[in-house]
């Protein structure tokens, strides 16, 4: 896949199933395209939709009709907590009396902001209750703990 964006210069060089964004008509096509595939039928309840995204990309490359997608390689929306050691610092919320700012994390590498934090399968998962715990974002949103009950 790397020679899908042969000019990424993050380890963010792959295209992530988890988080996609487009206009309603340029997401309807690719959805039907990723669940009915080239040959028709669908897709698996049990697939892998990373791979199905990844080999999707690779076949309209090869046919020479490379598809319209852009990468967010330097986590500006999207920080995907999949790396086995984390790359970002957590900012808390701050209040002040002219304004106030809402807790994020911020990407060691690239210093962005990202506003979606994925908290994919293996150490992502634990990485997104550290950021739940460590930014206080319960507490933030006014969630208690009998609304989770």
């Known amino acids: 896949v790397e020679r899908l964006f042969p000019d990424a210069a993050t380890p963010w060089r792959y295209p992530n199933s988890g988080a996609l964004a487009g206009s309603a008509r340029a997401m309807r096509e690719l959805l039907h395209r990723l669940v009915h595939g080239p040959e028709g039928g669908g897709f698996p309840e049990d697939g892998d939709d990373q791979l199905r995204l ?3 990309l690779l076949q309209c490359h ?4 490379a598809y319209p997608l ?3 390689e330097e986590c500006r929306l999207f920080q995907c907590m999949g790396e086995p050691e984390r790359g970002w610092d957590f900012e808390p919320a701050r209040s002040s009396s002219q304004a106030s700012t809402p807790p994020r994390i911020r990407n060691h590498a690239t ?3 990202p506003l979606v934090a994925h908290g ?3 150490h992502g998962r ?4 550290d950021l739940y715990r460590d930014l206080r974002l319960l507490d933030y949103l ?8």
């Open 111 to 113: 210093s962005e902001r």
């Open 54 to 56: 990844q080999e999707f």
């Open 142 to 149: 006014g969630v208690q703990p009998e609304d989770l009950e």
């Open 62 to 65: 090869d046919a020479g009709n």
């Open 70 to 72: 852009r990468l967010d």
């Open 120 to 122: 994919c399968g293996g």
């Open 126 to 129: 634990w990485f997104l209750g």
